[in-house]
């Protein structure tokens, strides 16, 4: 069975410009959610996503967003980056609810500069 | 809500010698608990989780964890370090909100 996938696995951007993550879950499994991971703040939450949904979401600023689609694969945006949004971002799959185990993918480094 | 405290960024061990590393939650429901490893750039990996059943948890690697309701405590250990098991950990709560609160995280060093 496929792992969670994330692409790009590594990306650099410029202040100012937009990007797009993506994640394709284990197959069967309904719930994506994303993370955002620095040094300083550790694993931080930032959305949660099932049947194409945002069912929960961390406190982050309206330039980051997300979408689910009908076969459950996962995009996030960030919009105007900021040197700040330089981190790993790392998408996480689970079959029916988040009480249940969490398979994440090898996350994507984003690095703004 | 739910929140997870680990005590100690970073702990250091001798190879052979007893990693014990802790971590203290908050849930006003019955939780369930992870620990997650985490190797340099790559994502994390589930080491072990405790779901109400058996209070003494074994997962992979060696290693193991204990909850203890009385103490909201659900400590990882494994009797004998192996410079392998240098990494960053991660315990994790969840219950009643479908999220998983992670820790800020314990990198675990270990000395020759």
């Known amino acids: 069975k496929a792992g969670v996938t994330q692409t790009p696995r590594y990306l650099i951007k410029t202040r100012g410009q937009q990007v797009t993550l993506s994640c394709s879950p284990i197959?069967?499994?309904?719930?994506v959610s994303w993370y955002q991971q620095t040094p300083g703040q550790g694993l931080q939450f930032l959305f949660e996503?099932?049947?194409?949904?945002?069912?929960n979401k961390g406190n982050f600023p309206g330039r980051f967003s997300g979408r689910q689609f009908s076969n459950s694969r996962s995009e996030m945006n960030v919009s105007t980056l900021e040197l700040g949004d330089s981190a790993l971002y790392l998408c996480?799959?689970?079959?029916?609810?988040?009480?249940?185990?969490?398979?994440f993918g090898q996350g994507t480094r984003l690095t703004v500069v | 809500a739910q929140s997870v405290t680990q005590l100690g960024s970073h702990v250091s061990v001798s190879e052979g010698a007893l990693v014990l590393l802790r971590c203290n939650y908050s849930?006003?429901?019955?939780?369930?608990l992870f620990w997650y490893v985490q190797y340099p750039n790559q994502g994390l990996q589930l080491l072990l989780k405790?779901?109400?059943?058996?209070?003494l948890v074994k997962g992979i690697n060696g290693f193991e964890a204990e909850f203890k309701k009385s103490e909201t405590s659900f400590h990882l250990t494994k009797p004998s370090a192996h410079m392998s098991d240098a990494a960053e950990y991660f315990c994790?709560?969840?219950?009643?909100?479908?999220?998983?609160?992670f820790g800020k995280g314990t990198r675990l060093h270990i000395l020759p």
């Open positions: 849930s006003s429901v019955p939780p369930y």
């Open positions: 405790y779901t109400s059943a058996a209070t």
């Open positions: 994790a709560v969840s219950g009643g909100d479908d999220k998983i609160i």
């Open positions: 197959s069967g499994h309904r719930s």
């Open positions: 996503y099932f049947s194409e949904t945002q069912r």
């Open positions: 996480a799959s689970s079959s029916f609810d988040s009480n249940t185990e969490a398979f």
